[in-house]
Protein backbone atom coordinates (compact mmCIF):
# COMPACT_ATOMS: atom_id res chain seq x y z
CA UNK A 1 0.00 0.00 0.00
CA UNK A 2 1.39 3.33 -0.94
CA UNK A 3 1.99 6.82 1.26
CA UNK A 4 3.77 7.71 4.05
CA UNK A 5 3.82 8.69 7.74
CA UNK A 6 5.54 11.43 9.48
CA UNK A 7 5.71 11.73 13.29
CA UNK A 8 5.98 15.27 14.77
CA UNK A 9 7.73 15.79 17.94
CA UNK A 10 8.36 19.38 18.49
CA UNK A 11 11.22 19.99 16.18
CA UNK A 12 11.85 16.60 15.22
CA UNK A 13 10.31 15.16 12.22
CA UNK A 14 10.49 11.67 11.45
CA UNK A 15 9.25 9.15 8.53
CA UNK A 16 7.68 6.14 9.97
CA UNK A 17 5.73 3.05 8.42
CA UNK A 18 1.91 3.36 8.62
CA UNK A 19 1.19 0.64 11.09
CA UNK A 20 4.01 1.94 13.36
CA UNK A 21 2.45 5.37 13.07
CA UNK A 22 -0.39 4.82 15.00
CA UNK A 23 1.19 3.01 18.12
CA UNK A 24 3.11 6.52 18.51
CA UNK A 25 2.29 9.28 20.56
CA UNK A 26 3.40 12.99 19.09
CA UNK A 27 2.31 16.61 18.67
CA UNK A 28 1.43 15.43 15.05
CA UNK A 29 1.08 11.81 13.98
CA UNK A 30 0.77 12.00 10.09
CA UNK A 31 -0.78 8.66 8.34
CA UNK A 32 -1.57 9.63 4.42
CA UNK A 33 -2.50 6.97 2.01
CA UNK A 34 -2.88 7.21 -1.85
CA UNK A 35 -4.68 3.91 -2.59
CA UNK A 36 -7.61 2.64 -3.99
CA UNK A 37 -11.01 2.68 -2.11
CA UNK A 38 -10.74 -1.37 -1.09
CA UNK A 39 -6.91 -0.93 -0.01
CA UNK A 40 -7.75 1.53 2.00
CA UNK A 41 -11.08 0.55 3.45
CA UNK A 42 -8.99 -2.93 5.04
CA UNK A 43 -6.44 -0.75 5.80
CA UNK A 44 -8.42 2.13 7.59
CA UNK A 45 -10.99 -0.59 9.48
CA UNK A 46 -8.88 -3.72 10.11
CA UNK A 47 -5.60 -1.43 11.15
CA UNK A 48 -6.45 1.84 12.16
CA UNK A 49 -10.42 0.99 13.76
CA UNK A 50 -12.18 3.91 12.68
CA UNK A 51 -15.30 4.13 12.98
CA UNK A 52 -17.48 3.33 9.98
CA UNK A 53 -18.89 6.99 9.02
CA UNK A 54 -15.72 7.72 9.04
CA UNK A 55 -14.39 5.43 6.69
CA UNK A 56 -17.44 6.14 4.94
CA UNK A 57 -16.61 9.83 4.44
CA UNK A 58 -12.80 8.86 3.44
CA UNK A 59 -12.95 6.46 0.99
CA UNK A 60 -16.52 8.12 -0.85
CA UNK A 61 -16.12 7.63 -4.30
CA UNK A 62 -17.54 10.73 -4.95
CA UNK A 63 -17.00 14.07 -2.72
CA UNK A 64 -17.41 17.44 -2.92
CA UNK A 65 -15.27 20.17 -0.35
CA UNK A 66 -17.02 19.87 3.09
CA UNK A 67 -16.13 19.96 6.47
CA UNK A 68 -18.20 18.21 9.63
CA UNK A 69 -17.23 17.71 13.07
CA UNK A 70 -17.13 14.01 14.55
CA UNK A 71 -17.09 13.12 17.95
CA UNK A 72 -13.78 14.82 18.74
CA UNK A 73 -12.22 15.16 15.65
CA UNK A 74 -13.74 16.32 11.73
CA UNK A 75 -13.52 14.87 8.23
CA UNK A 76 -12.31 17.50 6.03
CA UNK A 77 -12.92 17.09 2.09
CA UNK A 78 -10.95 19.74 0.10
CA UNK A 79 -10.20 19.74 -3.75
CA UNK A 80 -6.51 20.80 -5.39
CA UNK A 81 -5.25 20.58 -8.62
CA UNK A 82 -4.61 17.21 -10.38
CA UNK A 83 -1.22 16.97 -11.56
CA UNK A 84 -2.76 14.90 -14.70
CA UNK A 85 -0.79 11.90 -14.60
CA UNK A 86 -3.83 9.75 -14.24
CA UNK A 87 -6.99 10.77 -16.65
CA UNK A 88 -8.19 14.16 -17.49
CA UNK A 89 -9.50 15.32 -14.38
CA UNK A 90 -8.48 19.63 -13.41
CA UNK A 91 -9.09 18.69 -9.79
CA UNK A 92 -8.05 16.08 -7.51
CA UNK A 93 -9.72 15.32 -3.87
CA UNK A 94 -7.83 14.88 -0.55
CA UNK A 95 -9.97 13.48 2.46
CA UNK A 96 -8.69 14.13 5.96
CA UNK A 97 -9.67 12.90 9.72
CA UNK A 98 -8.28 15.40 12.09
CA UNK A 99 -8.22 14.69 15.88
CA UNK A 100 -5.99 15.88 18.43
CA UNK A 101 -2.74 14.54 17.74
CA UNK A 102 -3.20 12.85 14.71
CA UNK A 103 -4.65 13.23 11.27
CA UNK A 104 -5.30 10.22 8.54
CA UNK A 105 -5.72 11.30 5.14
CA UNK A 106 -6.23 9.62 1.48
CA UNK A 107 -6.18 10.57 -1.81
CA UNK A 108 -7.52 8.26 -4.92
CA UNK A 109 -5.63 10.80 -7.76
CA UNK A 110 -1.92 12.59 -7.45
CA UNK A 111 -2.35 16.12 -5.80
CA UNK A 112 -0.29 19.15 -6.41
CA UNK A 113 -0.53 20.52 -2.88
CA UNK A 114 -0.15 17.11 -1.54
CA UNK A 115 4.01 17.67 -2.27
CA UNK A 116 3.97 21.19 -0.77
CA UNK A 117 2.53 20.22 2.11
CA UNK A 118 4.76 17.43 2.83
CA UNK A 119 7.75 19.33 2.10
CA UNK A 120 6.57 22.11 4.79
CA UNK A 121 6.63 18.67 7.20
CA UNK A 122 9.51 17.39 6.31
CA UNK A 123 11.19 20.76 7.05
CA UNK A 124 9.55 20.91 10.46
CA UNK A 125 7.29 23.81 9.86
CA UNK A 126 4.17 21.74 10.83
CA UNK A 127 3.74 21.23 14.68
CA UNK A 128 0.01 19.55 15.41
CA UNK A 129 -2.73 18.84 13.14
CA UNK A 130 -4.08 22.84 12.99
CA UNK A 131 -0.97 23.18 11.08
CA UNK A 132 -1.54 20.46 8.89
CA UNK A 133 -4.98 21.52 7.60
CA UNK A 134 -3.92 25.21 7.34
CA UNK A 135 -1.38 24.05 5.42
CA UNK A 136 -3.14 21.82 3.07
CA UNK A 137 -5.67 24.95 2.81
CA UNK A 138 -3.09 27.24 2.20
CA UNK A 139 -1.49 25.41 -0.52
CA UNK A 140 -4.70 24.08 -2.36
CA UNK A 141 -5.78 27.82 -2.54
CA UNK A 142 -2.13 29.28 -3.65
CA UNK A 143 -2.09 26.49 -6.59
CA UNK A 144 -5.65 27.78 -7.94
CA UNK A 145 -4.85 31.05 -8.07
CA UNK A 146 -2.39 31.21 -10.93
CA UNK A 147 -4.77 29.13 -12.88
CA UNK A 148 -7.95 31.24 -12.23
CA UNK A 149 -6.13 34.19 -13.50
CA UNK A 150 -4.87 32.76 -16.28
CA UNK A 151 -8.15 31.56 -17.26
CA UNK A 152 -8.85 35.48 -17.18
CA UNK A 153 -6.17 36.19 -19.30
CA UNK A 154 -7.16 33.96 -21.60
CA UNK A 155 -10.63 35.43 -22.14
CA UNK A 156 -8.38 39.04 -22.06
CA UNK A 157 -7.21 37.99 -25.14
CA UNK A 158 -10.12 36.63 -26.98
CA UNK A 159 -11.37 39.51 -26.49
CA UNK A 160 -8.79 41.48 -27.82
CA UNK A 161 -8.86 39.09 -31.30
CA UNK A 162 -12.74 39.67 -31.79
CA UNK A 163 -13.01 39.16 -35.05
CA UNK A 164 -15.55 37.30 -37.01
CA UNK A 165 -13.32 35.99 -39.09
CA UNK A 166 -12.04 34.44 -36.19
CA UNK A 167 -14.84 33.03 -34.79
CA UNK A 168 -14.61 29.32 -34.84
CA UNK A 169 -10.67 29.39 -33.46
CA UNK A 170 -11.92 31.77 -30.88
CA UNK A 171 -15.12 29.84 -30.19
CA UNK A 172 -13.04 26.81 -29.31
CA UNK A 173 -11.03 28.96 -26.90
CA UNK A 174 -13.97 30.90 -25.50
CA UNK A 175 -15.59 26.98 -24.44
CA UNK A 176 -12.79 25.81 -23.36
CA UNK A 177 -12.25 28.45 -20.97
CA UNK A 178 -16.26 28.23 -19.84
CA UNK A 179 -15.80 24.49 -19.70
CA UNK A 180 -12.67 24.75 -17.03
CA UNK A 181 -14.25 28.14 -15.15
CA UNK A 182 -17.34 25.75 -14.95
CA UNK A 183 -15.69 22.62 -13.39
CA UNK A 184 -13.68 24.72 -10.86
CA UNK A 185 -16.61 27.12 -10.13
CA UNK A 186 -18.52 23.36 -9.23
CA UNK A 187 -16.41 23.48 -6.20
CA UNK A 188 -14.47 26.17 -5.17
CA UNK A 189 -18.06 27.52 -3.77
CA UNK A 190 -18.16 24.82 -1.26
CA UNK A 191 -14.41 24.95 -0.26
CA UNK A 192 -14.90 28.07 0.70
CA UNK A 193 -17.64 27.68 2.46
CA UNK A 194 -15.95 23.99 4.17
CA UNK A 195 -13.00 26.14 4.88
CA UNK A 196 -14.90 28.76 6.53
CA UNK A 197 -16.88 26.10 8.84
CA UNK A 198 -13.50 24.93 9.31
CA UNK A 199 -12.17 27.53 10.45
CA UNK A 200 -14.77 28.39 13.14
CA UNK A 201 -14.96 24.67 14.75
CA UNK A 202 -15.07 24.23 18.07
CA UNK A 203 -11.93 22.10 18.23
CA UNK A 204 -8.99 22.05 20.54
CA UNK A 205 -6.69 20.77 17.91
CA UNK A 206 -6.72 24.26 16.27
CA UNK A 207 -4.89 27.20 17.74
CA UNK A 208 -5.75 30.86 16.66
CA UNK A 209 -2.97 31.05 14.10
CA UNK A 210 -4.53 27.67 12.30
CA UNK A 211 -7.99 29.58 12.55
CA UNK A 212 -5.95 32.97 11.07
CA UNK A 213 -4.55 30.98 8.40
CA UNK A 214 -7.83 28.83 7.39
CA UNK A 215 -9.28 32.26 7.13
CA UNK A 216 -7.32 33.69 4.65
CA UNK A 217 -7.35 30.26 2.77
CA UNK A 218 -11.11 31.01 2.61
CA UNK A 219 -10.87 34.64 1.76
CA UNK A 220 -8.51 33.68 -0.79
CA UNK A 221 -10.77 30.72 -1.77
CA UNK A 222 -14.04 33.15 -2.28
CA UNK A 223 -12.29 35.63 -4.23
CA UNK A 224 -11.31 32.86 -6.76
CA UNK A 225 -14.66 31.65 -6.91
CA UNK A 226 -16.15 35.53 -7.30
CA UNK A 227 -13.51 35.49 -10.57
CA UNK A 228 -14.73 32.49 -11.78
CA UNK A 229 -18.04 33.06 -12.04
CA UNK A 230 -16.68 36.34 -13.64
CA UNK A 231 -15.10 34.28 -16.19
CA UNK A 232 -18.06 32.28 -16.76
CA UNK A 233 -20.56 34.81 -17.31
CA UNK A 234 -17.78 36.87 -19.63
CA UNK A 235 -17.16 33.39 -21.73
CA UNK A 236 -21.14 33.14 -22.20
CA UNK A 237 -21.68 37.01 -23.20
CA UNK A 238 -18.31 36.39 -25.31
CA UNK A 239 -20.06 33.26 -27.33
CA UNK A 240 -23.03 34.97 -28.11
CA UNK A 241 -20.84 37.73 -29.30
CA UNK A 242 -19.15 35.13 -31.77
CA UNK A 243 -22.18 33.21 -32.53
CA UNK A 244 -23.79 37.36 -33.58
CA UNK A 245 -20.74 37.70 -35.98
CA UNK A 246 -20.54 34.82 -37.84
CA UNK A 247 -24.31 34.69 -38.74
CA UNK A 248 -23.54 38.96 -39.43
CA UNK A 249 -20.58 37.20 -41.67
CA UNK A 250 -22.83 34.82 -43.31
CA UNK A 251 -25.90 37.80 -43.62
CA UNK A 252 -23.34 39.65 -45.66
CA UNK A 253 -21.90 36.73 -48.00
CA UNK A 254 -25.64 35.99 -48.19
CA UNK A 255 -26.29 39.22 -49.46
CA UNK A 256 -23.43 39.33 -51.61
CA UNK A 257 -24.56 35.96 -53.34
CA UNK A 258 -28.10 37.30 -53.77
CA UNK A 259 -26.70 40.46 -55.36
CA UNK A 260 -24.85 38.71 -58.03
CA UNK A 261 -27.53 36.25 -58.72
CA UNK A 262 -29.66 39.32 -59.50
CA UNK A 263 -27.44 40.74 -61.62
CA UNK A 264 -26.59 37.83 -63.58
CA UNK A 265 -30.30 36.61 -63.56
CA UNK A 266 -31.56 38.34 -66.82
CA UNK A 267 -28.33 38.12 -68.40
CA UNK A 268 -28.56 34.57 -68.02
CA UNK A 269 -32.68 34.35 -69.85
CA UNK A 270 -31.54 36.80 -72.77
CA UNK A 271 -28.43 34.03 -73.50
CA UNK A 272 -30.40 31.31 -72.75
CA UNK A 273 -33.15 32.79 -75.17
CA UNK A 274 -30.78 33.39 -78.18
CA UNK A 275 -28.94 29.97 -77.69
CA UNK A 276 -32.28 28.63 -78.44
CA UNK A 277 -31.82 26.71 -81.75
CA UNK A 278 -35.33 27.93 -83.35
CA UNK A 279 -36.07 29.99 -86.04
CA UNK A 280 -37.78 33.38 -85.34
CA UNK A 281 -35.37 34.98 -83.39
CA UNK A 282 -34.61 38.93 -83.93
CA UNK A 283 -31.91 39.42 -85.70
CA UNK A 284 -30.96 35.60 -85.24
CA UNK A 285 -29.46 36.64 -88.94
CA UNK A 286 -27.66 40.28 -89.01
CA UNK A 287 -23.91 40.10 -88.27
CA UNK A 288 -24.01 42.84 -85.99
CA UNK A 289 -26.31 41.03 -83.68
CA UNK A 290 -23.75 39.25 -81.50
CA UNK A 291 -22.50 42.49 -80.56
CA UNK A 292 -25.73 43.62 -79.90
CA UNK A 293 -26.45 41.13 -77.46
CA UNK A 294 -22.74 41.11 -75.68
CA UNK A 295 -23.88 45.24 -75.32
CA UNK A 296 -27.28 44.85 -73.90
CA UNK A 297 -26.06 41.92 -71.52
CA UNK A 298 -23.15 44.14 -70.18
CA UNK A 299 -25.91 47.40 -69.87
CA UNK A 300 -28.30 45.48 -68.20
CA UNK A 301 -25.56 44.00 -65.40
CA UNK A 302 -24.45 47.70 -64.95
CA UNK A 303 -27.73 48.43 -64.22
CA UNK A 304 -28.73 46.42 -62.09
CA UNK A 305 -25.79 46.56 -59.90
CA UNK A 306 -25.83 50.21 -60.45
CA UNK A 307 -29.19 50.09 -58.44
CA UNK A 308 -28.02 47.93 -55.73
CA UNK A 309 -25.45 50.37 -54.82
CA UNK A 310 -27.76 52.92 -54.86
CA UNK A 311 -29.87 51.58 -52.55
CA UNK A 312 -26.53 50.72 -50.19
CA UNK A 313 -27.48 46.90 -50.35
CA UNK A 314 -23.92 46.22 -51.17
CA UNK A 315 -23.07 47.02 -47.44
Known amino acids: MSGFAFVVTGKQVEEVDHDAALTREAELVWVHLNVTNEEAQHWLDEVAHLPDYVIEGLTAAETRPRCTAMDDGALINMRGLSDGSVGSDLLASVRLFARKGRVISVTRFPLKALEAVRA ?4 GKVAD ?6 AFATAITAGLDPVVAKLGDELDDCESELDARKAFDLR ?3 NRVRFEAIAYRRFLFPQRVAIEEL ?4 ADWLEADDRLHLSAAADRAARMAEEVESIRERAGLMHETLTD ?8 RSLVIAIAAMVFLPLTFLTG ?4 NVEGLWFAHEPWAFDAIVGLCVLIAASVAGYFIRRHWTR
Open 273 to 276: LYGM
Open 199 to 202: AGLD
Open 120 to 123: EVGK
Open 245 to 252: LRSELIDQ
Open 129 to 134: PGDLIA
Open 172 to 174: RGV
